[in-house]
């Protein structure tokens, strides 16, 4: 059987870390696309030269035309530009819509049966726009958040408890923003509920407050520690794990910013809620039950990406 191609859309910090962990995990050979010349192929070559070190078997190629996708099985998008300190995911819309506008142009010429995971923030709004550029069907096309989000939850959720991140589960849903919602009574460690672990007092309600908000102000934590960037290492791995998902068709329960028409009261709208990923893309929506503090949460944060798609079908060419 061939192998796998998979098509990395923006060569940025995210994009050269994609592409390195993806031959790592030996998922496909792999093609950088970026509109800077030479730093897509010099990174496909940079990658390529540590295969041998890694014995790992994929190929690296880079290019500035499009046509170097053609054919994708997966085309994982992070082309556009990422906030500086001081600047919210939103302040990120006028440059990025332009830029995915273009993106899914290029995918819908070059490998209209791809499986497309977008990254560019604002993310609920960008992956409508590149949905709608590409005119792929609505299970193809995904944003990632949800699963980056859940990991930071999870990583500072098993520093409270001092217990193994492989031990603790957990789901952030809605819009990747602030006003993403971190579902606490969803969330364990080894299946107990996190309410149930204040109860037993391995934590405090005030500590659990506190990681929560942590979780939501967690990507603005490493733009204030980097100041000349965002996250990359963790976005890529969470992106990998989806695109693995898929590839291997691994029916995987994560969270994705997910086409939304006719579940969870929503006519039609990309946001963060629980999906079943395999070969199909996105196979089934996990509809769980919200109680009426948590559907506020959601209800808020839908009414934010709201804003955002109406403010991007502006900016979008006509
Ligand atoms: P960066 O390292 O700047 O890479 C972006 C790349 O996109 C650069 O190499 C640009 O040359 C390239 N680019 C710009 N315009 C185009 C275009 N029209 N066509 C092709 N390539 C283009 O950024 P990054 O990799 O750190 O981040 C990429 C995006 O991901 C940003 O929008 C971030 O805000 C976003 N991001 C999202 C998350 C989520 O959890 C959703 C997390 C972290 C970053």
Redesign the pocket.
């Known amino acids: 059987m061939a192998r796998k191609k998979i098509a990395l859309?923006?060569?940025?910090?995210?994009?050269g870390t994609l592409a390195h962990l993806i031959g790592l995990k030996e998922l496909g050979d792999v093609v950088l696309?970026?509109?800077?010349e030479g730093?897509p192929q010099g990174k496909a070559l940079d990658i390529a030269e540590s295969t041998p070190v890694e014995g790992c078997d994929a190929a690296y190629a880079g290019a500035n035309d499009y046509s170097a996708i053609a054919g994708a099985d997966v085309v994982i998008v992070?082309?556009?530009?990422?906030?500086k300190p001081g600047m919210s995911?939103d302040d990120?819309i006028g440059i990025?819509c332009k830029?995915m506008a273009?993106?899914g142009q290029g995918i819908k010429e070059n490998c209209p049966d791809a499986f497309v995971i977008c990254?560019?923030?604002p993310?609920d709004a960008m992956v409508w726009v590149l949905r709608e550029l590409s005119g792929l069907p609505h299970n193809k096309v995904v944003?990632?958040?949800g699963v980056?989000d859940s990991a930071r939850f999870r990583y500072f959720l098993s520093e409270e408890f001092k217990v193994s991140v492989q031990d603790v589960t957990a789901f952030v849903l809605g819009g990747?923003g602030d006003t993403m919602v971190p579902l606490t009574r969803y969330s364990t460690v080894a299946g107990i509920p996190l309410p149930d672990l204040v109860s037993m007092g391995w934590t405090s309600q005030e500590r659990l407050d506190q990681i929560v908000q942590r979780t939501r102000d967690g990507?603005a934590e490493i733009v204030g520690l980097l100041k000349t960037?965002?996250?990359?290492y963790a976005?890529a791995a969470a992106a990998v794990a989806m695109a693995e998902a898929y590839l291997k068709d691994q029916k995987r329960v994560m969270p994705c910013a997910a086409w939304c028409d006719g579940v969870f009261g929503l006519d039609g709208l990309y946001v963060g809620v629980p999906v079943v990923l395999g070969a199909d893309g996105v196979e089934k929506i996990v509809e769980i039950e919200m109680n009426a503090d948590e559907k506020a949460m959601f209800d808020k944060s839908v009414e934010s990406v709201r804003g955002l798609v109406a403010a991007s079908r502006e900016l979008m060419p006509k």
Do not use: Y
């Open positions: 859309v923006g060569a940025g910090n995210i994009g696309f970026d509109i800077a730093v992070t082309a556009g530009v990422p906030r995911r990120l990025n830029v273009a993106v990254i560019t923030n993310l944003g990632m958040a980056l990747h990507g960037g965002s996250a990359f976005p």
